[in-house]
């Protein structure tokens, strides 16, 4: 089974501009959370869809936003880059388990934003 | 204060020592407890998951979770080059409709000496 894939992998924009990173996960899983990644703050959660729906989100401006499709596939866009926007960005998959249950999540290789 | 603590590091160990890696954490809703190896320029894979308190053992791999301390542990037997990476300790409560996210610490930074 494939894993959780992210486009692109590497990524240079400048100040200002807006970036649009893409997550498929693996098959079968409905859940996509986003996180950044950075030396200073470590992983830290962005937002989690489900359904095509936001169900939680973390502690970042409103200038960190996503989507997720029918098919799962997730997308989330930064607009308005700031130099501290420089970071690995983690996409993680679950499945998503009934009940209320936790669920394992898988992470894809990442794409590592530069912003100059 | 910080929901998980996690010594950063790093740690260099002979090939063949036991490691103990640790966390903390604050938040007594947490339920779920993961350890996960990052390789350089790697996502994150999944170790252990552990579901309240207990041991669970997997291979050269031993995740400790006591919830009444706040502290969660994972051994590393037998250690190998190859283990050598940074490992996060993770953790979550579920939220309404099952939602999750989950709280990291920093990363030890673990290399492990031929």
């Known amino acids: ?116 | 204060q910080k929901e998980v603590e996690q010594d950063p590091g790093p740690l260099s160990v002979p090939e063949g020592a036991i490691v103990s890696l640790n966390c903390t954490y604050s938040n007594s809703a947490f339920q779920y407890f993961m350890w996960y190896r990052q390789y350089s320029r790697k996502g994150p894979e999944l170790l252990m998951y552990t579901y309240s308190s207990g041991n669970k053992e997997d291979g050269r791999f031993t995740a400790q979770v006591d919830k009444s301390s706040k502290y969660i542990s994972l051994f590393i037997r037998d250690s190998q080059p190859s283990d050598s990476a940074t490992y996060l300790c993770a953790m979550s409560a579920i939220g309404i409709q099952g939602a999750q996210k989950l709280v990291f610490g920093q990363g030890t930074r673990l290399t492990i000496n031929p």
């Open chain 1, 1 to 116: 089974k494939a894993g959780v894939t992210q486009t692109p992998r590497y990524l240079i924009k400048t100040r200002g501009q807006q970036v649009t990173l893409s997550c498929s996960p693996i098959s079968g899983h409905r859940s996509v959370s986003w996180y950044q990644q950075t030396p200073g703050q470590g992983l830290q959660f962005l937002f989690e869809y489900f359904s095509e729906t936001q169900r939680n989100k973390g502690n970042f401006p409103g200038r960190f936003s996503g989507r997720q499709f029918s098919n799962s596939r997730s997308e989330m866009n930064v607009s308005t880059l700031e130099l501290g926007d420089s970071a690995l960005y983690l996409c993680a998959s679950s499945r998503n388990l009934a009940g209320g249950r936790g669920d394992t999540q898988y992470f894809g290789p990442g794409t590592r934003l530069t912003v100059l």
